[in-house]
T-cell receptor
Framework: EAGVAQSPRYKIIEKRQSVAFWCNPI?????LYWYQQILGQGPKLLIQ????????DSQLPKDRFSAERLKGVDSTLKIQPAKLEDSAVYLC???????????FGSGTRLTVV | AQKVTQAQTEISVVEKEDVTLDCVYETRDTTYYLFWYKQPPSGELVFLIR??????QNEISGRYSWNFQKSTSSFNFTITASQVVDSAVYFC??????????FGQGTELSVKP
């Protein structure tokens, strides 16, 4: 079984620029999560999808962050405009549904300069 | 409120020593799951164990063991005869009934030869 795929692996941008991350979950996994992990901290949930619907986006900074999951499969997370404090690793995870364990991708390391 | 606390930020041991990583959680849910993940320097989150709230049996897997005590809301993780390859950041996490995974701050374990 292929794992959760994320791209790009690394990204460096200047503040106020925009950036997008892509995630391809494990085939058949209905639930998809985006987490933000700031250096030295535990991952924090940004948004949770069930198929293509949003279940929880209470911690997503909606003035600059957006996410979508078209057709209930791949997902993209966008930041526009980026701030210095957005520098972090963005992790995507998927599970069969909310009652199952997660599988995490390798993450995208974003540096905002 | 739901919260996971890992009071130990960093631990350093010498190879072959035993080491215990502490985890204390808070939740009002009657059904929940507890997890431990390992994050090596490469960055991916590696699943180690999942335990549901109704199963208080301790578990041993090779050099790893877990002690779940509901009375003290603790889910501690012990590595016996530590090895250099065990060096990583270890995260304890709580999954609530909505499927959201809440992480602790992590404990960085350094095992020196």
């Amino acid at each position: 079984e292929a794992g959760v795929a994320q791209s790009p692996r690394y990204k460096i941008i200047e503040k106020r620029q925009s950036v997008a991350f892509w995630c391809n979950p494990i085939s058949g996994h209905a639930t998809l999560y985006w987490y933000q992990q700031i250096l030295g901290q535990g991952p924090k949930l940004l948004i949770q999808f069930q198929n293509n619907g949003v279940v929880d986006d209470s911690q997503l900074p909606k003035d600059r962050f957006s996410a979508e999951r078209l057709k209930g499969v791949d997902s993209t997370l966008k930041i526009q405009p980026a701030k210095l404090e957005d520098s972090a690793v963005y992790l995507c995870a998927s599970s069969r549904d909310r009652n199952y364990g997660y599988t995490f991708g390798s993450g995208t390391r974003l540096t905002v300069v | 409120a739901q919260k996971v606390t890992q009071a130990q930020t960093e631990i350093s041991v010498v190879e072959k020593e035993d080491v215990t990583l502490d985890c204390v959680y808070e939740t009002r849910d009657t059904t929940y799951y507890l997890f431990w993940y390992k994050q090596p320097p490469s960055g991916e989150l590696v699943f180690l164990i999942r335990r549901n709230s109704f199963d208080e049996q301790n578990e041993i897997s090779g050099r790893y063991s877990w002690n779940f005590q509901k009375s003290t809301s603790s889910f501690n993780f012990t590595i016996t005869a530590s090895q250099v390859v065990d060096s990583a950041v270890y995260f304890c996490a709580l999954k609530n009934q909505g499927g959201k995974l809440i992480f602790g701050q992590g404990t960085e374990l350094s095992v020196k030869p």
